[in-house]
């Protein structure tokens, strides 16, 4: 009998990891796996992941690059050109940053049903993440709710991942995960606990939550009291209301609330102040607005034109805001630029300063 040595010409690649590491490297990262860390990032775009030898039985590769990802979102491009987004993992000083990763891994795991299954793998899995509620972008409210610092970072994130670079890739690998997920758990037995007597994970996952009417996941937030009518992005028309995040599509007044229900009376200009700091750059204005003449220490000239100074990142007609309770307020209200005068609380505009701040979703 002849023997044949055979030669493998192919490797077996883990579905969900094969999908996040894609997604990582569309986004600019590479993966690479180490024995020597259990997660850390070189701040030139490699993110290392502890190899399978140190991951306990519920992690998956796919978690644990998603969560780094998510980290990646919350700190930014400049977390991202530092070692281990830049976060010291020595102290608490920045355990709201943690804390708005998680908010976000939920935020996002929840549009596929796989809250649980994409739980993270640290300690924050026996406390933190239980804790989160329906809603994970709102801490309690003793606690500071939807304006608590990692709840805003976490919606900053949001708006970042709905970018260019990150929202292709991103939404393609949740939709990949969903894909898989809808079928692996129809073939897991509930008496097969495996090492350990363990239940699969899979056993965790649930469909992900219907489309809302307007387009967006209803998730948790589906809930009686917390409808679109009640929501600050729905506006009334004569047959019935429209959501400012989908223009197009008319939706019931009893419509259910989707996961970037926001109560209506948080669109409130002296709490929120987004187009009057970082959401915008430059408020531009002509020679002959009264401005220029009444506060002419407000006023730069730009070339042709003239805008208003800026301090750091905000107008600097712009006051309040300094400390979290402190309510914004425009110095010169009654004399402010015409721009400002056109610019509508409730706009598209308006929702789309306040999601560059982290305010709205
Ligand atoms: S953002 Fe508000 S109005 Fe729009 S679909 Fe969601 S809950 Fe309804
Ligand atoms: S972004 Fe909208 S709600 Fe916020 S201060 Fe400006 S107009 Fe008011």
Redo the contacts with the bound molecule.
């Keep these: 009998m002849t023997a044949f040595l055979r030669q493998p010409h192919h490797r077996y690649q883990d579905p969900l990891a094969r999908i996040w590491i894609a997604c990582a490297e569309n986004v600019g990262f590479r993966i690479a796996r180490s024995p020597d860390v259990y997660a850390s990032t070189d701040g030139r775009g490699t993110i290392l992941i502890g190899s399978d030898d140190l991951l306990d039985p519920d992690d998956s590769l796919a978690q644990m690059i998603f969560h780094e990802l998510c980290h990646a979102l919350v700190e930014g491009e400049a977390g991202e050109a530092q070692v281990d987004w830049g976060l010291d993992n020595t102290s608490n000083r920045h355990l709201w940053h943690e804390q708005a990763c998680l908010r976000l891994q939920a935020y996002l795991s929840d549009s596929i049903g796989l809250r649980d299954f994409f739980a993270p793998t640290t300690d924050f899995r026996v406390k933190f993440w239980p804790a989160l509620g329906d809603d994970p972008m709102a801490a309690p409210a003793d606690k500071g709710g939807r304006r608590e610092p990692s709840c805003v970072a976490a919606r900053l994130a949001a708006w970042r991942a709905s970018q260019p670079r990150w929202a292709p890739h991103l939404q393609a690998a949740l939709a990949a995960t969903a894909a898989v997920a809808s079928v692996v758990p129809g073939y897991v037995r509930s008496d097969d606990a495996g090492e350990g007597g363990m239940p699969s994970l899979w056993g965790t996952a649930v469909p992900p939550p219907p489309l809302h009417p307007a387009g967006h996941a209803a998730v948790a937030l589906y809930r009686p009291d917390n409808g679109c009518a009640g929501c600050a992005w729905s506006y009334a028309e004569r047959q019935g209301i429209r959501c400012r995040h989908a223009p197009k599509v008319r939706i019931a007044p009893d419509a259910p609330a989707c996961m970037r229900w926001e109560p209506a009376g948080e669109?409130?200009?002296?709490t929120?102040?987004?187009?009057?700091r970082e959401?915008y750059q430059a408020v531009e204005i002509s020679a002959r607005e009264p401005v220029v003449r009444l506060h002419p220490e407000l006023v730069i000239a730009a070339g042709n034109r003239r805008k208003l100074r800026r301090d750091g990142e905000r107008c600097a007609a712009l006051a309040g805001g300094h400390v979290p309770a402190e309510s914004?307020a425009c110095r010169i209200y009654e004399d402010r630029p015409r721009t400002c005068r056109d610019?509508?609380?409730?706009?598209a505009?308006?929702?789309d300063?306040?999601r560059r701040?982290g305010?709205s979703l």
């Design positions: 669109l409130d200009c002296l929120c102040g987004a187009c009057c959401a914004y610019f509508a609380r409730g706009s505009n308006c929702l300063a306040r701040v305010v």
